[in-house]
Protein backbone atom coordinates (compact mmCIF):
# COMPACT_ATOMS: atom_id res chain seq x y z
CA UNK A 1 0.00 0.00 0.00
CA UNK A 2 2.66 2.52 0.94
CA UNK A 3 5.13 3.76 -1.63
CA UNK A 4 8.52 3.62 0.70
CA UNK A 5 9.47 1.62 4.10
CA UNK A 6 9.63 5.09 5.59
CA UNK A 7 5.58 6.15 4.45
CA UNK A 8 5.07 3.07 6.31
CA UNK A 9 6.87 4.05 9.45
CA UNK A 10 5.09 6.99 9.85
CA UNK A 11 1.81 5.55 9.48
CA UNK A 12 2.53 3.24 12.25
CA UNK A 13 3.46 6.01 14.34
CA UNK A 14 0.45 8.34 13.64
CA UNK A 15 -1.67 5.08 14.52
CA UNK A 16 0.38 4.06 17.38
CA UNK A 17 -0.71 8.22 18.46
CA UNK A 18 -4.20 7.65 17.56
CA UNK A 19 -3.72 10.27 15.37
CA UNK A 20 -6.86 9.54 11.82
CA UNK A 21 -5.27 9.72 8.52
CA UNK A 22 -5.59 9.53 5.25
CA UNK A 23 -2.75 8.25 3.08
CA UNK A 24 -2.10 9.62 -0.34
CA UNK A 25 -6.17 11.11 -0.16
CA UNK A 26 -6.21 14.04 -2.69
CA UNK A 27 -4.26 15.00 -5.85
CA UNK A 28 -3.56 18.93 -5.82
CA UNK A 29 -3.08 20.16 -9.31
CA UNK A 30 -0.19 22.78 -10.25
CA UNK A 31 1.26 24.20 -13.29
CA UNK A 32 5.14 23.33 -13.38
CA UNK A 33 6.42 26.57 -15.91
CA UNK A 34 5.00 25.29 -19.79
CA UNK A 35 3.49 22.04 -18.49
CA UNK A 36 -0.03 21.05 -15.64
CA UNK A 37 0.88 18.56 -13.58
CA UNK A 38 -0.81 16.61 -10.71
CA UNK A 39 0.47 16.40 -6.77
CA UNK A 40 -0.61 14.19 -4.49
CA UNK A 41 0.55 14.39 -0.87
CA UNK A 42 1.76 11.39 1.03
CA UNK A 43 -0.68 11.73 3.95
CA UNK A 44 -3.49 14.19 4.80
CA UNK A 45 -4.10 14.40 8.99
CA UNK A 46 -5.81 16.22 11.49
CA UNK A 47 -3.90 17.50 14.55
CA UNK A 48 -4.91 18.27 17.84
CA UNK A 49 -6.10 21.76 17.47
CA UNK A 50 -8.11 20.69 14.06
CA UNK A 51 -5.91 21.62 11.67
CA UNK A 52 -5.61 20.34 8.55
CA UNK A 53 -2.35 19.14 7.02
CA UNK A 54 -1.10 17.48 3.80
CA UNK A 55 1.87 16.04 4.98
CA UNK A 56 4.77 15.01 2.73
CA UNK A 57 7.43 12.55 3.92
CA UNK A 58 11.14 12.32 2.21
CA UNK A 59 14.14 10.22 2.86
CA UNK A 60 15.44 12.10 -0.17
CA UNK A 61 14.93 15.38 -1.71
CA UNK A 62 15.85 15.32 -4.88
CA UNK A 63 16.24 18.91 -7.15
CA UNK A 64 12.41 17.78 -8.90
CA UNK A 65 11.02 17.16 -5.54
CA UNK A 66 11.93 21.02 -4.14
CA UNK A 67 10.87 22.42 -7.33
CA UNK A 68 7.25 21.01 -7.21
CA UNK A 69 7.31 21.72 -3.97
CA UNK A 70 7.34 24.95 -3.99
CA UNK A 71 5.72 25.35 -7.08
CA UNK A 72 2.41 23.71 -4.95
CA UNK A 73 3.02 26.01 -2.06
CA UNK A 74 3.10 29.10 -4.06
CA UNK A 75 -0.21 28.31 -5.80
CA UNK A 76 -2.29 26.72 -2.99
CA UNK A 77 -1.05 29.35 -0.55
CA UNK A 78 -4.09 28.33 1.89
CA UNK A 79 -2.90 24.53 2.06
CA UNK A 80 -1.37 23.28 4.91
CA UNK A 81 2.24 21.66 3.48
CA UNK A 82 4.81 20.02 5.88
CA UNK A 83 7.33 18.27 4.94
CA UNK A 84 8.17 15.77 7.49
CA UNK A 85 12.15 14.31 6.96
CA UNK A 86 13.67 11.12 7.85
CA UNK A 87 16.86 12.96 8.73
CA UNK A 88 16.64 16.78 7.81
CA UNK A 89 20.15 17.45 8.22
CA UNK A 90 21.35 15.54 4.92
CA UNK A 91 22.73 18.07 2.36
CA UNK A 92 20.34 18.96 -0.79
CA UNK A 93 23.67 17.62 -2.47
CA UNK A 94 26.84 16.54 -2.60
CA UNK A 95 29.18 19.66 -0.80
CA UNK A 96 26.40 21.66 -0.81
CA UNK A 97 26.62 23.84 2.78
CA UNK A 98 22.62 23.02 2.89
CA UNK A 99 20.84 20.48 4.40
CA UNK A 100 17.08 19.74 3.79
CA UNK A 101 15.77 21.44 6.90
CA UNK A 102 17.30 24.56 6.42
CA UNK A 103 16.38 24.67 2.35
CA UNK A 104 12.75 23.76 3.65
CA UNK A 105 13.16 26.44 6.40
CA UNK A 106 14.38 29.02 3.46
CA UNK A 107 11.36 27.91 1.34
CA UNK A 108 8.62 28.86 4.03
CA UNK A 109 7.33 25.24 4.78
CA UNK A 110 6.87 23.80 8.41
CA UNK A 111 9.15 21.07 9.07
CA UNK A 112 9.95 17.81 11.15
CA UNK A 113 12.61 15.77 11.73
CA UNK A 114 11.77 12.25 12.39
CA UNK A 115 14.58 11.10 13.81
CA UNK A 116 14.24 14.04 16.57
CA UNK A 117 10.84 12.48 18.08
CA UNK A 118 9.08 10.95 15.56
CA UNK A 119 5.61 11.46 14.90
CA UNK A 120 5.44 15.73 15.83
CA UNK A 121 3.62 16.31 19.64
CA UNK A 122 1.52 18.68 17.74
CA UNK A 123 -0.44 16.10 15.53
CA UNK A 124 -0.90 13.73 18.45
CA UNK A 125 -4.53 13.74 19.97
Not at 67 to 75: A, F, R
Not at 76 to 104: C, D, Q
Request: zero cysteines.
Amino acid sequence: MFKSKFERTVAQGLRRHGIKFQYEPEVVHFVQPQKARKYTPDFRITTKAGDVLLVETKGKLTLEDRQKLEWVKEQHPKKRLVILFMNASVKIRKNSPTNYGEWATKAGFTWFDFRRGGIPEEWRI
